[in-house]
């Protein structure tokens, strides 16, 4: 799929986006039809995602994205902002330093399971390698305009504005690590296991054990220690 930002007019974008609901038996993303549509550049997050039809596609099981889908994002995030303002390695892997499993979660979707016993402060997942930053919100169209319509919808749910250096970013995490749940008094009753410790990275970069996680226990972060979501009308969005 193209982007073509010399067809902007009058406050919109036209983009040649691929649609597809489909992947096929390597869960690679594949592409089934092209269509045109016009995407206003002055909606915001939440008119994209109703625009795009993504509470239909939630309806139905969303695919477990395997490593040639998390490449095939992070070469499409590389085309949008280029080499200069990459955050990430165009590496295979992915950012979990323990063994994690990713399934299918009763009422939540997708969510990453314990594999291993994880003790008590031990480094769990890192966002040095795999995390895409977006300075402006007109490369984080782009990059979205490069993706099928079904994974757009995937990119927004997992996309979160953070502060770096005193900046705000959009950013979204290219690899298993977009499919952590969160826990915490925000959202519902399960208590966090996995979280920041500045006395072992004060860059909060890292997530490690809150405490002791079971083989089986899913790994739950808190969302609001590092989602600004008041700040998307910053990016236009």
């Known amino acids: 799929p ?70 095939f994002l992070r070469g499409a995030y590389l085309g949008a902002v ?19 499993m990713i399934d299918y979660v009763k009422d939540k979707g997708r969510g990453v399971i314990a594999q291993e016993h994880i003790l008590e402060g031990e480094h769990v997942w890192s966002a040095r ?25 995937d990119v927004i749910q997992w996309s979160y504005i953070e502060t770096i250096n005193g900046t705000f970013v959009i950013s979204v995490d290219l690899d298993d690590g977009s499919f952590m749940n969160s826990g915490g008094p925000s959202w519902g009753s399960e208590e966090t296991n996995i979280g920041y410790d500045l006395a072992r990275d004060s860059s909060r970069m890292g997530l490690f054990a809150l405490k002791d996680i079971a083989v089986g226990e899913e790994l739950l972060c808190d969302y609001d220690h590092f989602d600004k979501d008041e700040a998307w009308d910053h990016f236009g969005l």
């Open 129 to 153: 390698d795999h995390t895409a930053s977006f300075g402006d919100g007109f490369l984080f169209r782009k990059f979205l305009a490069a993706i099928s319509i079904d994974v757009i919808c």
């Open 82 to 100: 280029g080499p200069k303002l990459s955050t990430i390695k165009i590496s295979h892997g992915n950012s979990f330093t323990k063994n994690v």
């Open 2 to 71: 193209t982007f073509s930002p010399n067809m902007r007019c009058k406050g919109s974008f036209l983009f040649v986006a691929a649609v597809t609901s489909k992947f096929c038996q390597t869960n690679a993303l594949s592409v089934s039809k092209k269509h045109e549509f016009i995407w206003d550049d002055d909606w915001d997050i939440d008119e994209i995602w109703d625009e795009l039809n993504c509470e239909d596609i939630f309806m139905e099981s969303r695919p477990l994205h395997n490593e040639s889908a998390w490449m």
